[in-house]
């Protein structure tokens, strides 16, 4: 759908955790031969959490932003927290990251949107929809995902794919003559795949002081192979009404950003025409990272000069839900 709303990421961050976790690690705590994860999954090695929290990795990610942008803290008007997995039940992660960044006293509202692994995509489109009705102007979208503390050892595939990371973008009007924008923005759930992916627990409904919850409850789900043969049969028509050719080509984009989802998403890329060195993938050496993956992917992509001023980028994935979404811009 296309929306062309001027839009500009004046700055990026990211945070990385201290801890490198190789594929080894995961194959002597899942019981799995050596290899195994690289040649299955396609990760080598992963970050994991120490002593860090999300809001925190979410603070420094967002300093680092916030630098680039040439912005203070107290000069934000909003702070979007989009991240997959929560610090706690409440309150609102926004409120952790606002407060970590030294503006607890700011009255700066704070507040998160969550679509799972592509929240940061849905925060970039309701970004865009507040800098269009001048509502805000200095916005700060964060993600901080910590997945490794709800890994499942029973369930190898999903338990050797997921790492731990934040990313942030500081998110500005274009200034005169500057071509940056967002050109398309599409979101479709189908609660039908609600349970291939999921954690039971940690709601209202299996709550650690119901007798009939389990500590399996609170760990990590999901069955890949339904996710996959799902994707692939709703990907071609979402990426048509996202925009026209794309399930065929990349048209007129420059770079792909997609979610890390799994080796054996990122490959199912190519069947679109997509070609493989516009694709960027962070796989190997950062895992799944929830929500923070696509960040992440981006910020290196930048640092590392595939993404340039006046590129165009898109941002795609599914997510929990089972949700599929997209978005193209102009950087």
């Not at 929306?3 to 004046?10: A, D, E, G, M």
């Not at 050797?160 to 050109?183: C, F, N, W, Y």
């Not at 609600?194 to 500590?215: C, D, Q």
Request: aromatic share 6%.
């Amino acid at each position: 759908m296309q929306i062309n709303v001027p839009f500009k990421i004046s700055g990026l961050g990211r945070y990385l955790p201290k801890r490198i976790v190789p594929s080894s690690e995961l194959e002597a705590l899942c019981n799995l031969p050596a290899g195994w994860v690289e040649r299955r999954n396609g990760v080598r090695e992963r970050r994991w959490v120490t002593d860090e929290t999300s809001s925190y990795m979410a603070a420094q990610a967002a300093l680092e932003a916030l630098d680039e942008a040439k912005l203070k803290p107290t000069e934000l008007d909003l702070i979007i927290n989009a991240s997959g997995t929560a610090e706690q039940a409440i309150p609102d992660t926004g409120a952790l990251i606002q407060r970590q960044l030294g503006l607890g006293s700011s009255g700066i509202p704070a507040m998160t949107v969550h679509m799972t692994c592509l929240s940061f995509v849905a925060g970039l489109d309701v970004a865009a929809n507040f800098l269009q009705t001048g509502r805000y102007k200095n916005i700060l979208i964060a993600s901080a995902d910590v997945a490794s503390c709800g890994i499942n050892p029973k369930e190898p595939e999903s338990a050797s794919l997921v790492g731990d990371a934040a990313a942030a973008m500081v998110i500005t009007r274009p200034q005169a003559g500057e071509g940056s924008k967002i050109h398309n923005a599409h979101f479709k759930t189908y609660g039908e795949g609600a349970y291939l992916t999921a954690i039971m627990g940690g709601g209202s409904r299996l709550h650690p002081r119901f007798e009939n919850h389990k500590p399996e409850d609170d760990l990590f789900h999901m069955d890949g192979p339904a996710v996959l043969r799902m994707a692939r049969e709703i990907a071609g028509g979402f990426l048509e009404e996202l925009a026209p050719g794309l399930s065929t080509s990349l048209t007129d984009v420059d770079v792909v950003v997609p979610h890390q989802a799994s080796k054996v998403g990122l490959l199912m890329l190519s069947k679109f025409g997509w070609e493989s060195e516009k694709v960027m993938k962070t796989i190997e050496t950062l895992g799944n990272c929830v929500a923070a993956s696509i960040p992440s992917t981006f910020y290196q992509a930048v640092r590392e000069g595939h993404i340039q001023r006046g590129h165009k980028v898109l941002l795609v994935g599914t997510g929990a839900g089972l949700s599929i979404g997209g978005l193209t811009l102009t950087y």
